[in-house]
């Protein structure tokens, strides 16, 4: 019975080795708009090594476009656009395959929402609508699933582009670290307005000033907070610019101090700005470009919040829409849309600039990206 032991070491081994190499793996939620298969596909992500699998669909559901996680990471919340639309809550049933069940559905107004986040204390849902330019949250029951409506604001307003702003695009909408105030950036009017938000009632009401008016056909897309809350940074759709500012987490006021281009000079094809993050550490900026498919990356000064430009880098396809950082922050997954892949940077610790991994994968339209804890 003497080798009993020597087998149960090995088989100590031999779990402790599976553990670790499993902890090495993260799971990536992937919106597809595939007209043959539309849904969630999952993709498994190796953090020491950059390799990503096959994304496989493992939920169908209309028009998937972008979507977040509650902070436990239970439940996935979907924004899906289209005529009609309307945002979806799932919850994550297994932490190890992705699998997620539907919970429920509320149908939007008109044209679906393009951008969903949940506020800081985890019980309410905000969505900005874009094709029908408003605002509006839900409450979120125990389940994780949408209850009531708490709020809607209809916007209105358009600015001087002759397509793009002749009515409010509402394209993005969080909560401020605080949880005082609701963020929205309204492509279609040129103003980035600012609500009170009610965390007991989940109410909206305006602020006081109630917006914050970015230059004429500038188009604000997306924002994003620095990790000390004192900056923010907005990304212009139209006008290709990163703008950013100063945040009075008091009165809710934006004060501009700087002004940056995301496209390189002289390059004057079509183009438009997409998705800007702020990595974890507070020390770069990401944004990409549609049109000339690029990622770009800014140093961010550690004492005035300024940018200064880093890295214009091809983003491997064409138009990046959406992109994310892996958990540990040392990855960048990127989807370009209409070029139809999924492409994976590895990430410069010093620097932050990105350097590609692999061959890109293979999804056809792919939309949001998230990452499950």
């Not at 799971?27 to 298969?37: A, C, E, R």
């Not at 028009?63 to 979907?78: G, K, M, N, R, V």
């Not at 004057?268 to 990622?295: M, Q, W």
């Not at 994976?344 to 990105?354: M, P």
């Amino acid at each position: 019975m003497a080798h009993v032991p020597t087998r149960l070491a090995a088989l100590a081994a031999l779990l402790t080795f599976t553990q670790i190499s499993m902890a090495k793996n993260s799971l990536l939620y992937i919106g597809s708009q595939d007209p043959q298969k539309m849904g969630i596909a999952v993709a498994e992500f190796d953090t020491s090594t950059g390799a990503l699998s096959a994304p496989k669909i493992i939920m169908e559901t209309r028009d998937p476009a972008h979507f977040t996680l509650s902070s436990d990471h239970e439940h996935l919340y979907l924004c899906n656009t289209g005529t009609p639309g309307g945002v979806s809550a799932f919850a994550v049933e297994d932490r190890i395959t992705g699998a997620l069940k539907l919970l429920n559905y509320k149908e939007s107004k008109g044209r679906g929402p393009s951008y969903v986040s949940v506020d800081e204390s985890g019980r309410y849902l905000l969505d900005a609508n874009y094709g029908g330019g408003f605002v509006e949250i839900h409450s979120l029951a125990k389940d994780g699933s949408l209850d009531r409506q708490t709020a809607f604001v209809q916007h209105e307003g358009s600015s001087v582009h002759p397509q793009r702003q002749t009515k409010p695009y509402a394209h993005w909408i969080r909560t401020d670290p605080g949880n005082k105030f609701a963020l929205v950036a309204d492509l279609g009017t040129d103003r980035i307005v600012v609500y009170r938000f009610d965390a007991k009632t989940g109410a909206l009401s305006p602020n006081d000033p109630p917006a914050f008016k970015v230059a004429p056909g500038s188009g604000p897309r997306h924002l994003a907070f620095h990790p000390n809350h004192k900056w923010v940074y907005a990304v212009q759709e139209l006008s290709n610019e990163v703008l950013a500012f100063r945040w009075d987490a008091g009165k809710g006021v934006l004060t501009q101090f700087q002004s940056v281009k995301t496209l390189p000079e002289g390059f004057t094809d079509p183009s438009t700005a997409a998705e800007i993050v702020v990595r974890s550490d507070g020390k770069f900026l990401y944004t990409s470009n549609r049109g000339h498919d690029s990622l770009v990356v800014y140093a961010i000064d550690a004492k005035t919040g300024e940018l200064t430009l880093r890295q214009r880098t091809p983003s491997r396809g064409k138009t990046p829409r959406f992109f994310t950082f892996d958990p540990g922050g040392h990855w960048l997954i990127v989807a370009n849309q209409e070029g139809g892949n999924l492409s994976v940077f590895s990430v410069d610790a010093t620097s932050g600039e990105l350097s590609p991994k692999g061959e890109p994968v293979p999804l056809v339209k792919p939309m949001g990206v998230v990452f499950l804890r």
